[in-house]
Every structure is written in C-alpha cells, then in structure tokens.
C-alpha cells in the first residue's frame, strides 16, 4: 500500500485473479440500525489487464465492479454501501510481478482503513484471512467549497427547496423531481483564487419505473443530464429501472443518449435501497462524478429531468452534492496559448502507424479565434485546435466556440487531431476528459484517450453541445504522454468537430488547505422598505472539514436603526447581532435583518453589516463588511408604461399615470412634451399641464390629441417627461414616448441595382434594424450600400420572401476600394433557431476605420422570379446623441457585451453609448435549439459610467435597476436584440443633459 510500503503480489501458484474487498467503519447504518462495518467494495485483479486505471463501484471505464449487500464477516449484520472507493494502482506485469495499491475515495482523498479481506493474494496467507493495514493519512486533491446532504436546510443557491425522506432508510434528499430543470448557483465569492478546475459529485436517485431508451408511447425515453450554466453537457443519458432481462429496453448510461444501449441499471451503486416501488420497478442510485474547467464567474449548474411520466410513476432526486476546487491542475482549455509546444502540452496529428506530427501552421482570425493546423494536408478542412479566448462566441474556425473553449477537428485522410500532454515527472494523477460535439449538422466522431499510444479510452460523438465523459486514475513517469485525440468516426470528415475539456490533477498529497476564511459573497445586499427581512450572505471557504462560527452586527449608515420592542420614530430597520455556525463541509448561511416600513418619502438608504471574532482557526476575508441599501416604498408616480404607439387617425388619445400606492394626501406631479421628432401644434397638442391626485386615487391620464394630415411623414415621436411631485416621489417610467403612427401611403422604394454605382442605400444610421424585400432571379445581382463605424457589426439574413421560395442564394461583402472583405457565404444556420438553411446568414465587422460597404446578393438556382427578405441588423457602438428623447424611442435595439463590465446599446433612432459597471449576469439555455440568451442586470445602487465616442465620462447611480436580456440566437449571447422595448434613459437616473456629451 502506499504510504506504509506494503505490495500485495498475485499468486501464480492457483492461478486465480486476486480478489480484494474493503471494509470500512462509517457512521451510518442500515435501517435495521445495525451494522458498524461497511463492505464497500469488492474488485478482481485481472492479470490480463495491462493498462492503468481504477477500480471503482462509481467510477467510470471498464474496471467497475458491482457494488453489494452482505452480511459482514466483522460485524455479523447485514450492511449497506454509501461510498464510493477507488483502488489505484500499477499493474506491471504478468505472474510474479506485483501491483502496488492504494484506496482512495471518488476525489482521491486516501482512506483510513480499518480491515481489508484479501484472497489469492501471496501476502494475505489462507484465503479469506484479513490483512492489517496501517491507516493511510488523508489529502484532499482540492478544496470542498460546497458540500450539501440536505439533512438541513437546502439554502438559497438552490432553486428548489423541495425535500423528501426515502420510506426505506430515511434518507432526507433534494426531490423528487419530475420533468423539471433545478439549478444550483454558488457565487464566484466561493472559488479560490488560483483554481483550474472543479469537482463535482453527488448521488443521484433514479425512483421508479424509469424506461430508459425506450421509445414506445407513453413510456421513453426517460434521460437526464448535468449541464453548465454556459449549455455545456457534462452527462446527458438515459435511465432504466426496468427488470434486466424482462425483454423492455435498456439505458444509455453509463455512454450519452443516442450512443448504445446497456442493461437496466447497468453501473447502479445501490439498487432497491430506496423503498419506492411501481409496477415491479423499484430504484437505483448512482454515484456521479465529473471534473472540468473553471472559466470563472459564479458556478452555475443545471439538473435537469426529461421524463415521459413524471409524477408517481417515475421521479428523481439528489443527495450528497459536494462541489470542490482544484488548483494542482493542468487544463488542456485554460492552459492554452499560441505556442507549440506550450509547457507540457503539444498539439499536432496522428496518422496510422505514425507519430504526433506538431501543427507548424499557427495564426488569428480576425474575431480573436487561435487556429493550430497543418495546411500541407490540405488548405481547407486540414486537421486542427482552435481555442476561443474571448469573451463572446466565435464562427471562425467554421464551427461554433464558447467563450475559453477548445475545439478540436480530423484532417480528410483519417489523421486524428491531438492534444498532448507530457507528464513532467513520476506521480499519480486523476485524468479527466470531456468531449462535446460543435457541429449543428449531425454526425458520427470518434474520442480517444491514450497513454503512451496505448488506448484508456475510446468514445464517439452523434448529437451537438453532448458527448461522452472519461476519468481515470493511474501513475505516471516523467516523459510518459497523455493523447486526447479525434477521429473521422469512419463517416467523412465534414461536421468532425469536438469541444475538449481535459483536466490532469496531481495526486500528491497536497498542503493543508488555507485556514476557515469568512466573508460576504457580496459587497451590497438590496431590499424594499415593504419587505420584512433584509437577506445577506456569508461565504465560508478554506477548510471546510470542521464546524466553525462568526459573530455579526448591525452599523448605521443614512439607514438608522431601533430596537425591536422600543423602535425610534424614524428608524429604518431594527439594530441585529449574533453568531453564524457552520457546521463541518457548510460554506453557505444566511443572515435576515428586520426592515421597518414607514409612510416618510425619502431617499434610498443604506446601513452595513459587520463580521467579526472568526472562531479558533477561522480568519476574515477581504469583504467582512457588507453594504445593505434600503429603497423606500412610499407612494411614487410615474407613466405606467414608457411607450406607446397611436395611430395618426385618431384624435383623442389617454396616456396613463399612476401613483404606485393609494395615498391619504393630495399628490400632484407636472408634466411636459419635452421632445421628440413631432411638431407641437402640427402634429399633436397640448403641451403641458398638471395631474392632481386626491386622496385614495391611483389613476390619472393625459390626454394628447392628435392631428390627422394627408401627408406622407413617417412615424414620429413626442416624449412626456413627469416632474415636481407633491407628497410622493418620481417612479421608474419618469417618461412617456408615443409613437404617432402615420396612415398616409408611403412612396415605392427605388430597386437594387447590381453595381456600386446603383447599389441601393439602406440608411442603417437612422434605423439600423431593416428589412428589404424584393424579387431575384439566376443572373441577377442586387447590390446595397451600407455606411458603419469603426468596429460596429452588420448582422444579415436571407430568407425566403414573396412568390416562388428562394432555393438557395450566395452572399458577398466588398469595401468602398473595392476589397473583397467577405468571400461568397452560402447555406447557414439561422441566428434565431440554429437550423441550417440554404441561404446566407452572417455577422460582419467593420474594420477599426469604417466606412462604405456593399452587400452583393445572387442566385445560382434555375426558375422563375424567387422572393427574398433580406434583413440588416446593425449593432453599434457609442455614439453622440444630439437629443436625450432619442435614447427613448420604441422599437427594437441592439446591445452587445463585452463579458465582463461593458454594455453598448443601439436604439431605433440608431444612437447608442456604452456603459461600464458591475453588471450582474444571468444566461438561460434552450437544450432544444442548443441557443443561449442573457439577462444583464445594473442594481439599484450601482455606480457607473456613461461614455460617448467623444471620450466624455459621466460617472451615476442607478436609482433603480437597469435590466436588459437578448434573445436566443446562433450569433452567441453576448450580441442580440434586447426584448425591452425602451430603455426610460436618462431621466429616470437623473442625468437630463445628455445630449452634451
């Protein structure tokens, strides 16, 4: 064993595979309540097996035994299996030569063990006689930063609280779950600096008839999948609790759904441990582990059920959900830079029979994209590994990457495309690989890892953003090679291409880990004056491993307090004092300090909370302060949407104004026509006045008359602004655009030509969302001129339009020199669904100058007149705006983010401005179009910048929050439309003179 020197050699004198099995005291027992040893594991040595590995009930690869119940030799009770053991080693031969071993846990921790049974071994003596084990020191190969077994309270990071008790063992999880997805979010606070990767384990409950892959009505397939908050599959499955054998179909798992079909409950660490039961089904329970990079931010992942008859007939639930950093860690992902060789990391080709040949060819796309090839083998197509090390999505490489991802693409003549790494020294590492398809299109890759040429690991790939995931323990020395590679799939290496996520973790046993540290997850909390609490939370990381406390208290800031029985007159909230206790692997807990609602209109206030005298051992981090701000509540008025669009035929037209809570005072507020393309007196009246609330009214209405001409204007615009309230404060819509919608005909656009010369200009600066229809045929060319800014993007889209469908279509950019800047595009996938179509999709981007651009559409399909729609979508960046009403026209903007504290936005008007802050990010994910979208979010509270092209910078508080979210498209989620219609800028944050910048 290592750690004591002890090797167990293989008898050759029966011949027989050795057989080991490991006991261990635990704390838990049966439900009969008795059993203290625990059998956890029993494996086979096989003395044929040549290759490194683990020997695991939970792991993954070839070497897992089955996990079971018996009566112990020790104890005389019938126990139960709660663990998951790893026995890691070498084997170095056959017959004589011996294998050293050691026992560690699914994240490598070695393990104390108390008695371990071994037969045909030559140092156990007669078979069955127990072998005395000195007990191994524990070293954890990370730092747990969270560890929950909902034995208590499941904590807000969850977004379900549901809790049950299994009626078998009463065993308290997260569940039971149906066709739903749960997400656990762990704030960015949590991870420690320095970390590369995190590990993620946990138990999942599979309850009841579960029908695995099949297909029939009703019944199938029932998968389930762990995603990462960036549409990463780290599992996506199906399972089974069918009986095996009973002639119903099997599960994907422990491979990907859609890859193979194994046994029901093939790779279950318990099975009928539950007592749930349907229908002869009854349940399993499989202990699940991955490791992957950590590209920063707040770790959010999704579980997520999809279940033919969720409900009592089949459900799923979580338990022992542990989530820990690494640091001692090599990422193939994070590692990267454009260098070959980079450190222990190499990149090049295989062919058969042939050695790594390294890619000489290295460059940059112009979106930030880094190619690795060798174009000897053939300029297009040629095996690569292309790395994203930007903040947005890219489509250089001709496949989709995600932020910090690698991806990885076969040559045209069977070469797998490599990623090496090279062990710098003798130690034992955990090898972890994750492969997921990039290609839309579908089709069949095959992943490999291999040691030293020989193969630990060989997979495919069949579906987009999903793929199988490898791990595996095994000693290494200096100069030995780790090769993740991929192949064709035997199928053709068009749409090959696979995203790599491989993380090497060095077993050693590493430092202790850094003291308890204690602080707030976050720098500010909000609450409503009308909520009852005010909730804070406090981050524990370091060692986890004991319970430790923390004492807080109260400080007034403009917030002042009272206390609890005798509150002051004018207190805001009540003073709160005490001690958080985190019990051992706890890093989460909440604090809930009483607001006091009062009737005064005032501004937002703010107190801190303050942590103080850590516990024995524990120490402060960096925020042991927090900032609590306090929006008061009381009566505010203000337009109860901030647009609207009224037609120009009718005269009369109410505007609403509402006071957010009946009042026992008289409120009035004035209001204005402050701007906006309409002419006061020639398009509309009156001008201004003053609403007057009486008291207990809530309503009011400005009442704007529209005059109705016979001339052909276009829509135009007139903005209210509300000012000067009496007895109640400004809300969130401080201003009103109408949009007065012109009913007088429109005159006929002029055609495209199909040169420079008579290219059709589409004005992107006025409106820089468009659409053009119009008719083309084979031999046509229709031309259209563009004006961007330096760095701006055009996005465009072909669609079938009116009359015959367009077949197919080709699409070309060129400068106002003349230069080619964009070759012919053809078929592309669809920014809205992702699905490819034969006509064009593209985003360009203007060079740092700017400038003239025309966009050349053709056809090559044979017929009649086909019918286009050709979309121009504009996204700008900061702008002069000449007027502040600008910024608050209805209609469709674009926003663009840069991933980490800057957003742009365009409006309707096509004027736009940036602006820098502590943006708070949300990204949903549709697993059936493989699309994201993003909600970004400025809280009340938050300092920021305004700036304009002009280099001007106007630092502002937000008085209430500014949310802006995009839409799914295959452009990626940091580019899209924004949903809200207006953004009710600048006025509602107090800064009217914007038009100076």
């Given at each position: 064993?290592?750690?004591?020197?002890?090797?167990?050699?293989?008898?050759?004198?029966?011949?027989?595979?050795?057989?080991?099995?490991?006991?261990?005291?635990?704390?838990?027992?049966?439900?009969?309540?008795?059993?203290?040893?625990?059998?956890?594991?029993?494996?086979?040595?096989?003395?044929?097996?040549?290759?490194?590995?683990?020997?695991?009930?939970?792991?993954?690869?070839d070497?897992?035994?089955?996990?079971?119940?018996?009566?112990?030799?020790?104890?005389?009770?019938?126990?139960?299996?709660?663990?998951?053991?790893?026995?890691?080693?070498?084997?170095l031969?056959?017959?004589?030569?011996?294998?050293?071993?050691?026992l560690?846990?699914?994240?490598?921790?070695?393990?104390?063990?108390?008695?371990?049974?071994?037969?045909?071994?030559?140092?156990?003596?007669?078979?069955?006689?127990?072998?005395?084990?000195?007990?191994?020191?524990?070293?954890?190969?990370?730092?747990?930063?969270?560890?929950?077994?909902?034995?208590?309270?499941?904590?807000?990071?969850?977004?379900?609280?549901?809790?049950?008790?299994?009626?078998?063992?009463?065993r308290?999880?997260?569940?039971?779950?149906?066709?739903?997805?749960?997400?656990?979010?762990?704030?960015?606070?949590?991870?420690?600096?320095?970390?590369?990767?995190?590990?993620?384990?946990?138990?999942?409950?599979?309850?009841?008839?579960w029908?695995?892959?099949?297909?029939?009505?009703?019944?199938?397939?029932?998968?389930w999948?762990?995603?990462?908050?960036?549409?990463?599959?780290?599992?996506?499955?199906?399972?089974?609790?069918?009986?095996?054998?009973?002639?119903s179909?099997?599960?994907?798992?422990?491979?990907?759904?859609?890859?193979?079909?194994?046994d029901?409950?093939?790779?279950?660490?318990?099975?009928g441990?539950?007592?749930?039961e349907?229908?002869?089904?009854t349940?399993?329970?499989?202990?699940?582990?991955?490791?992957?990079?950590?590209?920063?931010?707040?770790?959010?992942?999704?579980?997520?059920?999809?279940?033919?008859?969720?409900?009592?007939?089949?459900?799923?639930?979580?338990?022992?959900?542990?989530?820990?950093?690494?640091?001692?860690?090599?990422?193939?992902?994070?590692?990267?830079?454009?260098s070959?060789?980079?450190?222990?990391?190499?990149?090049?080709?295989?062919?058969?029979?042939?050695?790594?040949?390294?890619?000489?060819?290295?460059s940059t796309?112009?979106?930030?994209?880094?190619?690795?090839?060798?174009?000897?083998?053939?300029?297009?197509?040629?095996?690569?590994?292309?790395?994203?090390?930007?903040?947005?999505?890219?489509?250089?490489?001709?496949?989709?990457?995600?932020?910090g991802?690698?991806?990885?693409?076969?040559?045209?003549?069977?070469?797998?495309?490599?990623?090496?790494?090279?062990?710098?020294?003798?130690?034992?590492?955990?090898?972890?690989a994750?492969?997921?398809?990039?290609?839309?299109?579908?089709?069949t890759?095959?992943?490999?890892?291999?040691?030293?040429?020989?193969?630990l690991?060989?997979?495919?790939?069949n579906?987009?953003?999903v793929?199988?995931?490898f791990?595996?323990?095994?000693?290494?020395?200096?100069?030995?090679?780790?090769?993740?590679?991929?192949?064709?799939?035997?199928?053709?290496f068009?749409?090959?291409?696979?995203?790599?996520?491989?993380?090497?973790?060095s077993?050693?046993?590493?430092?202790?880990?850094?003291?308890?540290?204690?602080?707030?997850?976050?720098?500010?909390?909000?609450?409503?004056?009308?909520?009852?609490?005010?909730?804070?939370?406090?981050?524990?990381?370091?060692?986890?491993?004991?319970?430790?406390?923390?004492?807080?208290?109260?400080?007034?800031?403009?917030?002042?307090?009272?206390?609890?029985?005798?509150?002051?007159?004018?207190?805001?909230?009540?003073?709160?004092?005490?001690?958080?206790?985190?019990?051992?692997?706890?890093?989460?807990?909440?604090?809930?300090?009483?607001i006091?609602?009062?009737?005064?209109?005032?501004?937002?206030?703010?107190?801190?909370?303050?942590?103080?005298?850590?516990?024995?051992?524990?120490?402060?981090?960096?925020?042991?302060?927090?900032?609590?701000?306090?929006?008061?509540?009381?009566?505010s008025?203000?337009?109860?949407?901030?647009?609207?669009?009224?037609?120009?035929?009718?005269a009369?037209n109410?505007?609403e104004?509402r006071?957010?809570t009946?009042?026992?005072?008289?409120?009035?507020?004035?209001?204005?026509?402050v701007?906006?393309?309409?002419?006061?007196?020639?398009?509309?009246?009156?001008?201004?006045?003053?609403?007057?609330?009486?008291?207990?009214?809530?309503?009011?209405?400005?009442?704007?008359?529209?005059?109705?001409?016979?001339?052909?204007?276009g829509?135009?615009?007139?903005?209210?602004?509300?000012?000067?309230?009496v007895?109640?404060?400004?809300?969130?819509?401080?201003?009103?655009?109408?949009t007065?919608?012109?009913?007088d005909?429109?005159?006929?656009?002029?055609?495209?030509?199909?040169?420079?010369?008579?290219a059709?200009?589409?004005?992107?600066?006025?409106?820089?969302?468009q659409?053009?229809?119009?008719?083309?045929?084979?031999?046509?060319v229709?031309?259209?001129?563009?004006?961007l800014?330096?760095?701006?993007?055009?996005?465009?889209?072909?669609?079938?339009?009116?009359?015959?469908?367009?077949?197919?279509?080709?699409?070309?950019?060129?400068?106002?020199?003349?230069?080619?800047?964009?070759?012919?595009?053809?078929?592309?996938?669809?920014p809205?669904?992702?699905?490819?179509?034969?006509?064009?999709?593209y985003?360009?981007?203007?060079?740092?100058?700017?400038?003239?651009y025309?966009?050349?559409?053709?056809?090559?399909?044979?017929?009649?007149?086909?019918?286009?729609?050709?979309?121009?979508?504009?996204?700008?960046?900061?702008?002069?705006?000449?007027?502040?009403?600008?910024l608050?026209?209805?209609?469709?903007?674009?926003?663009?983010?840069?991933?980490?504290?800057?957003?742009?936005?365009?409006?309707?008007t096509?004027?736009?401005?940036?602006?820098?802050?502590?943006?708070?990010?949300q990204?949903?994910?549709?697993?059936?179009?493989?699309?994201?979208?993003?909600?970004?979010?400025?809280?009340?509270?938050?300092?920021?910048?305004?700036?304009?092209?002009?280099?001007?910078?106007?630092?502002?508080?937000?008085?209430?929050?500014?949310?802006?979210?995009?839409?799914?498209?295959?452009?990626?989620?940091?580019?899209?439309v924004?949903?809200?219609?207006?953004?009710?800028?600048?006025?509602?944050?107090?800064i009217?003179?914007?038009?100076?910048?």
């Open positions: 064993m290592y750690g004591d020197g002890q090797s167990l050699g293989i008898n050759r004198a029966t011949g027989v595979a050795p057989e080991i099995a490991v006991w261990v005291e635990g704390p838990r027992r049966d439900a009969s309540g008795l059993g203290q040893l625990r059998c956890l594991m029993r494996c086979r040595l096989s003395p044929e097996r040549r290759a490194h590995g683990c020997c695991s009930p939970g792991g993954h690869g070497k897992r035994p089955r996990s079971f119940n018996q009566r112990s030799r020790f104890s005389g009770e019938r126990v139960m299996v709660f663990s998951t053991l790893w026995l890691v080693g070498e084997f031969g056959r017959g004589a030569r011996k294998r050293h071993l050691a560690r846990d699914a994240r490598c921790r070695r393990l104390r063990v108390e008695a371990l049974e071994a037969r045909n071994l030559l140092s156990a003596g007669a078979a069955g006689t127990p072998l005395s084990l000195a007990a191994l020191e524990g070293g954890d190969a990370g730092a747990a930063i969270y560890a929950n077994d909902f034995e208590e309270a499941v904590g807000p990071e969850w977004s379900s609280t549901l809790v049950d008790v299994t009626p078998l063992g009463a308290r999880f997260l569940g039971q779950f149906g066709s739903e997805t749960v997400t656990l979010t762990l704030p960015a606070a949590l991870v420690p600096a320095g970390t590369k990767a995190l590990s993620l384990s946990f138990d999942l409950f599979v309850i009841r008839s029908d695995g892959n099949h297909t029939g009505s009703g019944s199938g397939p029932d998968r999948g762990v995603w990462l908050g960036n549409g990463v599959s780290l599992l996506d499955t199906t399972f089974s609790n069918n009986v095996p054998g009973s002639g179909a099997g599960q994907a798992y422990p491979g990907p759904f859609g890859s193979g079909q194994y029901p409950q093939t790779g279950a660490d318990e099975i441990t539950l007592g749930y349907f229908a002869g089904s349940d399993s329970v499989y202990n699940l582990h991955f490791t992957f990079t950590y590209t920063g931010g707040d770790v959010v992942l999704q579980f997520d059920g999809d279940l033919t008859t969720p409900g009592i007939d089949e459900s799923w639930g979580l338990d022992n959900v542990q989530v820990t950093a690494i640091s001692d860690a090599y990422s193939a992902p994070k590692d990267f830079v454009l070959n060789p980079n450190g222990v990391w190499s990149y090049g080709w295989i062919g058969e029979d042939q050695p790594l040949v390294p890619y000489p060819d290295l796309f112009s979106d930030g994209t880094q190619y690795m090839t060798d174009e000897s083998i053939q300029s297009l197509q040629a095996p690569s590994v292309t790395y994203n090390p930007t903040a947005s999505p890219t489509l250089s490489a001709n496949f989709p990457l995600l932020p991802q690698l991806g990885m693409h076969p040559g045209p003549n069977l070469e797998w495309s490599v990623v090496r790494w090279t062990a710098p020294a003798e130690e034992n590492v955990t090898i972890a994750l492969f997921t398809g990039r290609d839309v299109t579908p089709t890759t095959d992943v490999h890892v291999l040691h030293n040429g020989f193969e690991f060989a997979g495919s790939i579906r987009f953003r793929g199988p995931y791990e595996t323990t095994l000693d290494v020395h200096a100069g030995d090679t780790i090769d993740f590679a991929v192949g064709d799939g035997g199928n053709g068009l749409a090959d291409s696979s995203a790599l996520d491989a993380v090497i973790i077993n050693s046993v590493p430092p202790p880990p850094p003291p308890p540290t204690f602080q707030f997850t976050a720098p500010q909390y909000e609450v409503s004056e009308g909520e009852q609490f005010a909730v804070v939370q406090v981050g524990r990381t370091g060692g986890l491993g004991q319970s430790a406390r923390v004492d807080w208290t109260t400080v007034d800031g403009t917030a002042t307090s009272g206390g609890l029985l005798t509150p002051r007159l004018l207190s805001d909230y009540y003073t709160s004092s005490g001690t958080l206790v985190f019990r051992a692997f706890q890093s989460l807990a909440e604090l809930r300090i009483p006091r609602d009062d009737s005064r209109i005032e501004p937002d206030e703010m107190f801190q909370v303050v942590l103080s005298d850590p516990s024995a051992g524990s120490q402060l981090g960096d925020r042991s302060a927090a900032q609590v701000v306090i929006h008061d509540n009381d009566p008025v203000s337009f109860l949407v901030p647009f609207s669009n009224r037609p120009e035929s009718i009369r109410p505007i104004v006071l957010s009946p009042s026992n005072q008289t409120v009035t507020v004035a209001y204005a026509a701007g906006g393309t309409a002419t006061f007196g020639e398009d509309y009246n009156p001008q201004n006045g003053t609403l007057v609330f009486r008291p207990g009214e809530t309503r009011k209405f400005i009442t704007l008359a529209i005059v109705n001409d016979s001339k052909y204007e829509n135009e615009t007139v903005v209210f602004e509300l000012s000067a309230p007895n109640a404060h400004l809300g969130a819509n401080v201003r009103h655009s109408v007065i919608v012109d009913n005909p429109q005159p006929a656009p002029a055609d495209p030509g199909a040169t420079a010369a008579t059709l200009e589409i004005d992107l600066a006025t409106r820089p969302i659409s053009y229809q119009e008719f083309l045929s084979r031999g046509d229709d031309a259209f001129k563009v004006q800014r330096g760095g701006e993007y055009l996005a465009l889209d072909v669609d079938p339009g009116r009359g015959p469908v367009l077949p197919t279509s080709r699409l070309a950019i060129v400068d106002g020199d003349g230069t080619t800047v964009l070759a012919t595009v053809g078929a592309s996938a669809e809205e669904t992702g699905v490819v179509t034969p006509n064009p999709a985003l360009f981007q203007a060079d740092a100058d700017g400038g003239t025309y966009v050349a559409l053709w056809t090559t399909a044979a017929g009649p007149l086909f019918g286009y729609t050709l979309h121009f979508y504009r996204i700008g960046v900061s702008e002069k705006v000449p007027a502040p009403e600008l608050n026209v209805p209609g469709p903007m674009f926003a663009w983010f840069d991933g980490q504290d800057t957003v742009g936005i365009t409006g309707p096509g004027y736009g401005f940036t602006l820098e802050g502590p943006w708070q990010q990204t949903a994910f549709s697993r059936r179009t493989g699309l994201t979208s993003q909600t970004l979010t400025l809280p009340a509270g938050a300092q920021f910048t305004l700036r304009s092209p002009q280099g001007v910078a106007l630092p502002l508080l937000a008085n209430s929050p500014i949310t802006f979210s995009t839409r799914p498209q295959r452009w990626g989620n940091r580019f899209g924004v949903s809200t219609p207006a953004i009710n800028f600048p006025v509602a944050l107090g009217a003179p914007i038009n100076d910048l």
